[in-house]
Structures are given as structure tokens and as C-alpha cells.
């Protein structure tokens, strides 16, 4: 078992619809988690990072469930631009340095 | 202020040579982490640097080896090339954290290296 999976998707989506991504990870003593976005060919970019009490930006909302080990992330209002391949990265120990990646989930949205 | 820059964009090699992938961190940063993505996976941990010393090192064979200089840039070396090292390899730096905290704050990504080995 993967120590982060995440589903694959694709999710196809007409714009405007509300879509939520889930990653679980599999070490009860992971600590700090983030949400990345990557477009196709580039650079994963930070999307926003996870609190424990949940935190939203903007149409974008990112929650933690620590009892069931995952975190979730909706998109409100999906937008054309917000087609991409959505990231979770979990880091098991803040004072070492290793940080691990699902293999993303795929969203398309259409018009 | 310039983003992670990292250099070169793209490197064709054959198998049995070596790499030297380079990295400058963001300004005021003094982490810098390495990372190989295949395509349809998740970027995969190689290393991680924090003021000079290796803080974090992923499941790869000891063909890669990485170093961290004085102004925190960062040198990726690969040796013996296999076909399956072909990858985009990815360089991210963080601030670090205090007191040994290094992987509370986000990492920000360098544009890549795209290596082909033939």
C-alpha cells in the first residue's frame, strides 16, 4: 500500500459544478500537509496548505480528518482554468526532510 | 524576487554517463529538496538539503548523490545513467523551519529538468 494514494480520477466536470478530491495517507503521525497543483508538463505550484481545523481560499476549501487519516479538497464554481493534476503532499516528521506526494488527481473541467 | 531557478531546462545523455543538475533556491531560502517525476506518478523524494547538511534522503540507489553550497544553491549528480532514470527532476525550497522544523512550510518548484537517457 501506498504511504499516500489518491484517486486518479479523471474528473470531468461542466464549469460552475463543486468537485472534492480525497488523499489519504497511511502514518497516523504525519504532521503537515499541503495541497499542490500541477498544469501539464510544468511545475507542481502551492494551491494551499492544510489546517487542522480547515481553511478555505477563495472557492477553494481544504480539510483534515486526522481520526480517518485523509484530507479533502472542493472546488466551488469550477472554472476552465482550474483543469489540472491536484497534488496532496504529506510530510510524516517535521524535523526531517522527506515529504511525499500522491500521483495527483486529474480534473477537466468543461464548458 | 527570482523563483527557484534551476539549470539545465532540458539534457540529453546516454546510459553509462554522468549528470550534474543545478539549483538556485528562492532568496532567504535555506531548504532546498530534490525530486524525480515519471510520467502519471507524483513527484518521488530524493534528497533534502538544510544549511549544507543532508537532512533526508528517499529510496534511490547511491548512484544519486546531491550536495548544498555556502549560498544554499544545490548540485544533483547522477552516475552510471540507466534508461529508467529519464524523468523531470524537480528542485523546491523552502525557508526551513526553526529549531529543526524543516517540512511545515511549503516548498516551492523550480521549473524542472527534463533528462532523456537514450
Known amino acids: 500500500r501506498k504511504e499516500v494514494e489518491q484517486d486518479p480520477g479523471p474528473f470531468n466536470v461542466p464549469e460552475g459544478a463543486t468537485v472534492a478530491f480525497n488523499c489519504t495517507y497511511s502514518?497516523?503521525?504525519?504532521?503537515?500537509f499541503f495541497w499542490y497543483r500541477q498544469d501539464c508538463r510544468k511545475e507542481p505550484k502551492l494551491l494551499m496548505s492544510v489546517y487542522s481545523s480547515g481553511n478555505e481560499d477563495g472557492r477553494f476549501t481544504a480539510q483534515l480528518n486526522r481520526a480517518s487519516q485523509y484530507i479533502s479538497l472542493l472546488i466551488r464554481d469550477s472554472k476552465l482554468s482550474d483543469s489540472a493534476t491536484y497534488l496532496c503532499v504529506v510530510n510524516f516528521n517535521t524535523n526531517a526532510g522527506k515529504s511525499t506526494f500522491g500521483d495527483g488527481t486529474t480534473l477537466t473541467v468543461k464548458p | 524576487d527570482a523563483g527557484v531557478t534551476q539549470s539545465p531546462t532540458h539534457l540529453i545523455k546516454t546510459r553509462g554517463q554522468h549528470v550534474t543538475l543545478r539549483c538556485s533556491p528562492i532568496s532567504g531560502h535555506k531548504s532546498v529538496s530534490w525530486y524525480q517525476q515519471v510520467l502519471g506518478q507524483g513527484p518521488q523524494f530524493i534528497f533534502q538539503y538544510y544549511e549544507k547538511e543532508e537532512r533526508g534522503r528517499g529510496n534511490f540507489p547511491d548512484r544519486f548523490s546531491a550536495r548544498q553550497f555556502p549560498n544554499y544553491s544545490s548540485e544533483l549528480n547522477v552516475n552510471a545513467l540507466l534508461l529508467g532514470d529519464s524523468a523531470l527532476y524537480l528542485c523546491a525550497s523552502s525557508r526551513g523551519g526553526q529549531g529543526g522544523r524543516l517540512n511545515n512550510q511549503p516548498q516551492h518548484f523550480g521549473d524542472g529538468t527534463r533528462l532523456s537517457i537514450l
Open positions: 502514518n497516523s503521525a504525519s504532521q503537515s
